[in-house]
């Protein structure tokens, strides 16, 4: 398996525009998250899915931010309009219960995300 | 409230010098710790779990140990390749199998050759 994908790798938009993350998942994994990171926060917990339905979204920090899990190997974080805080590395995770309980969560290699 | 606190922030090394990282954690109900190691660039990828007090798990150059209050692990005669950051993560019962890792900000690694 290819592990966990993201796209884009990186984006640089100007503030106002709307931003779209991609994460495709491992296949057989029916636990999606998504992580952002930056150095005064760390790793914190956005939003997650299990069998594409939201879960928990408490993390997510305004009405700004969306999420969606149309179909088991596709998720999507949006961010309209974006500003210059959401500048940040956006990580997707997946995982499942066979394997998450020992294992943890597998990563993809993040997004960075840089709003101008 | 669920809190993972690790220290140093930033450590460096000799090859060779060994030493300890720290993970403190409060969580009500402890399911689990990972230890991760992420690479600049890279998604932090998996190294350890523990589950209980006085478990430990070791892996090449690395052990990982678990108290009631902490975890620990230790490096010992490390090489310039174990140069990284090393991120600690709790797990609480409450959330399911499944849900919210909370992570520590992480311990910068480096080690000198």
């Known amino acids: 398996d290819a592990g966990v994908i993201q796209s884009p790798r990186h984006e640089v938009t100007e503030m106002g525009q709307e931003v779209t993350l991609r994460c495709k998942p491992i296949s057989g994994h029916d636990y999606l998250f998504w992580y952002r990171q930056t150095m005064m926060r760390g790793l914190e917990l956005l939003i997650y899915?299990?069998?594409?339905?939201?879960?928990?979204d408490s993390g997510m920090p305004e009405d700004r931010f969306s999420a969606k899990m149309p179909n088991a190997s596709f998720s999507t974080l949006k961010i309209q309009p974006s500003e210059p805080r959401d500048s940040a590395v956006y990580f997707c995770a997946s995982s499942s219960d066979e394997v998450g309980v020992h294992y943890g969560y597998t990563f993809g290699s993040g997004t960075r995300l840089t709003v101008v | 409230e669920d809190q993972v606190t690790q220290s140093p922030e930033a450590l460096r090394l000799q090859e060779g010098e060994s030493s300890s990282l720290n993970c403190s954690y409060t969580v009500s109900g402890l399911r689990g710790l990972f230890w991760y190691r992420q690479d600049p660039g890279k998604g932090p990828e998996f190294l350890f779990t523990?589950?209980?007090a006085g478990e430990e798990k070791e892996k090449e150059r690395l052990k990982a140990t678990l108290t009631k209050k902490e975890s620990f692990l230790h490096i010992t005669a490390p090489k310039p390749e174990d140069s990284a950051t090393y991120l600690c993560a709790v797990q609480a019962e409450r959330w399911g199998s499944q849900g919210n890792l909370i992570f520590g900000k992480g311990t910068k690694l480096s080690v000198k050759p």
């Open positions: 523990l589950y209980s």
């Open positions: 899915f299990n069998n594409n339905v939201p879960i928990d």
